[in-house]
């Protein structure tokens, strides 16, 4: 078009098609900005490449077999320059506009320009000589072949932007087979989604059957910066996904006027939801949202489907992993935690460390009557009821844990010994107020009544440099010697 009819005709024509183009493929008012921008940038393109072209001598208008032979370096020139300088102005839009400062001149897309260039300086001149010798033919004469080329290399685009989107996929997935906290595996999946998918926000859910909507919200999270809305419940898209076991995919708001309840942002247009399966189990619902039209293909449920497969092992690896790591840390006849763990947050959190904190030890007194006149399963029983009083007194404000045998040991950070002694005689009054009911073993499995005292220390680290097992003993000495050896069901206090 340029070499027959100049610069203004082929700048009017290109602009024409720039627009075309940009009015099709813009989905969202927010992004109309790129009209303007890619107008501006097509028109340098095309100002460039004629003034190239006419400062190397070439003309256009006279077009014959002869005109290629003697300006073939101007046209030469002319389609080096408009491909090297879209690319030059690509690159500057994308590096100080858009700020993606690793983006590199020398990348992958200039070799596609390059190859591009190639392929269409050839063709151009062909073109170009057929139109001056038998007019609008030429056009369908070569327009059929470049049209079919231009169909193999959208089909080829199209299967190496999913391989590209597979590999990622398989990313994800092998780096979910690393992480073990459940927050972190759902943070990461939702980075991920933003990624791949483009979204403004996401849903996702747990099938709960005790829900009057089936559903229970895992997480929302919004990308994008305008007001947050506050969801009072579950949309009705992801209800469905999860009733049907089958993903839905909605391009517009049209599309979901039906629903009921639609309780999706008014500016979200494209809605894509699918369920996570395991052993043919709906474990869990994924809902992307996005305020662009028709931003979800075909392509993209499917690999949302794979991801949230990958999410689903991973989250139920993390929590059976939490869960025998809880189980580990806990008596089994308590439910408090044991010893071991109750040391090892004793060291973590308090060894090398200026925070004040207090211990109490606590040992049933003559609990081996209990076992002698009842039997050790009826032992047992009371001592999960003691366990239980112990609970109810400690609540939040620390950490109860199973010394060994008939003694309990709790931690109270940021308490004194004056504190935690208060904590301690409300406990003993209230395990002596208590009535432990058991079933005797040793006669014929009868009902009985059991009162229990407790004999108590406490300490606390009055020195900084207290070691965390030093204030442990303390405790401990505080027990046996203020407590035990004065009578029994007493709270002693360390250095007291």
Known sequence: ????????????????????????????????????????????????????????????????????????????????TFYGLNHFLLYLLRRYYVGYEEIRFFDESLKWDLLS???????????????????????????????????????????????????????????????????????????????????????????????????????????????????????????????????????????????????ISPEINSVLSVPAVRNNQVTGIITLLSEKKNNYTTYDVMLLEILANHLTVAVQNARHLKDAREESHRCRLTNLYNFRYFEQLLLDEFDHVEKTYAIILLDLDHFKVVNDSHGHHAGNIVLKQVAEVIREQVGDIGVAARYGGEEFVILLPEYSTEEAAKIAEKLRISLEMQLFNVTTDLADRERAAVRLTASIGVADNTKSDDHPISVLRNADRAMYVGAKNKGRNKVSTFGA
């Open 1 to 80: 078009m340029f070499l027959h009819y100049g610069f203004f005709v082929e700048f009017f024509i290109t602009q024409l098609a720039v627009i075309t183009i940009m009015l099709r493929t813009v989905k969202h008012r927010d992004d109309l900005y790129r009209l303007p921008l890619n107008s501006l940038m097509f028109g340098l393109t095309s100002a460039g490449a004629a003034i190239i072209f006419h400062l190397s001598g070439g003309k256009s208008g006279n077009i014959s077999a002869s005109f290629f032979s003697m300006d073939v370096l101007p046209i030469f020139l002319y389609v080096i």
């Open 117 to 263: 260039a190639s392929f269409v300086l050839p063709f151009g001149i062909i073109l170009a000589i057929l139109y001056e010798m038998i007019g609008g033919v030429a056009f369908l004469l070569l327009g059929f072949p470049l049209l079919s080329a231009a169909v193999v290399s959208k089909t080829f685009y199209k299967s190496q932007t999913l391989n590209d989107l597979l590999k990622q996929v398989s990313v994800f997935g092998q780096e979910m087979n690393t992480l073990t906290d459940e927050d972190l595996i759902i943070q990461r999946f939702s980075e991920t989604c933003r990624e791949i998918f483009g979204c403004d926000e996401i849903f996702m859910y747990d099938p709960d059957e005790y829900s009057l909507d089936g559903l229970r919200t895992v997480y929302i999270r919004q990308f994008t910066d305008r007001q947050t809305i506050e969801h009072s419940g579950t949309d009705e898209v992801s209800e469905k996904v999860c009733q049907r076991g089958k993903p839905l995919n909605y391009g517009t708001k049209s599309e979901r006027k039906h629903l009921d309840r639609d309780l």
